[in-house]
């Protein structure tokens, strides 16, 4: 609910539109252009949901629940989460804080918005949790609002991943925390061939089949995994980018990982 957010949440600027980022690191080999990943998104969104579970064989639920259970106590808000896509995550947070918590998922895409809202008036979350259309890299919020800053399978996909980061460190208050969840490859070897056969080969296929779509964004998927640092690497960057208390933790054997630090 709009009127329940601290008066300052959108004094930083109320223009929610999306600009070109500004790289800090050189071009990365995948396409990660705004508008690309925006419009690959559209395409996909009325079927996102579907094959997340699918193709997840559901576990996606459980990581997202575990991702809120995570939040620190006593979870008072207000949150906010990135690269919200369909709201899984932001749901999941409002269940956390006992369906009495002002949550806010922010994505570039409206299609994939549009679907959020959707979702949250079916769970009667529709007075708790606002969507806004904008830019991981360029936070429409003040300086120090949300109590948790959180991103699921989402910072992989922003053409500037630290500069997105160092937005969800700014926006997050002394003392939030700021999450991370996203895949891994599992590092025992041979649940992890077994994982890379079915994550390279199979899952591509069977994403295609269902979302047909211009960008093989079930390709894009293992690709763009593969490409982005996992596991202490990544670690590194959230200190990098101002956290401290960096912990990770591995999930179903490795195939995902929260990371979860807090801003000092
Ligand atoms: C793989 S989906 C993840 C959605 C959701 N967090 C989940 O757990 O299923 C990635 C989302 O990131 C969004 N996205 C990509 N780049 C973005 C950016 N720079 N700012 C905001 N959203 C972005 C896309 O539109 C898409 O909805």
């Known amino acids: 609910m709009v009127s329940q957010l601290p008066a300052d949440i959108n004094n930083r600027s109320a223009d929610t539109t999306i600009r070109e980022p500004v790289r800090s690191e050189p071009s990365a080999p995948l396409d990660k252009s705004a508008d690309r990943i925006r419009a690959m998104f559209a395409e996909i969104a009325p079927r996102y949901d579907f094959l997340n579970h699918l193709l997840s064989a559901g576990l996606d639920i459980a990581w997202r629940r575990r991702t809120a259970q995570r939040a620190p106590r006593p979870l008072v808000g207000p949150i906010l989460d990135v690269c919200t896509g369909t709201g899984d995550l932001a749901l999941a947070y409002w269940k956390a804080g006992s369906r009495r918590v002002v949550v806010i998922g922010l994505d570039a895409c409206e299609p994939m918005l549009r679907l959020a809202q959707r979702k949250a008036r079916r769970h009667g979350a529709a007075d708790w949790i606002e969507w806004v ?132």
Do not use: H
């Open 133 to 264: 259309l904008g830019d991981t890299q360029q936070l429409p919020f003040a300086t120090g609002t949300f109590q948790v800053v959180s991103v699921a399978f989402g910072i992989r996909n922003v053409s500037d991943p630290l500069q997105g980061l160092s937005e969800m460190v700014r926006v997050c208050t002394r003392g939030g925390q700021v999450a991370v969840l996203e895949f891994a490859f599992p590092k025992n070897r041979i649940f992890g061939r077994l994982f890379r056969w079915y994550f390279n080969r199979v899952l591509p296929r069977i994403g295609q089949f269902f979302a047909r779509n211009r960008f093989e964004a079930y390709r894009y998927l293992p690709e763009s995994v593969g490409l982005f640092e996992q596991g202490t690497a990544f670690a590194r960057r959230l200190e990098e980018v101002g956290l401290g208390q960096v912990e990770m933790l591995p999930m179903t054997g490795g195939i995902a990982t929260l990371y979860l630090g807090r801003k000092p």
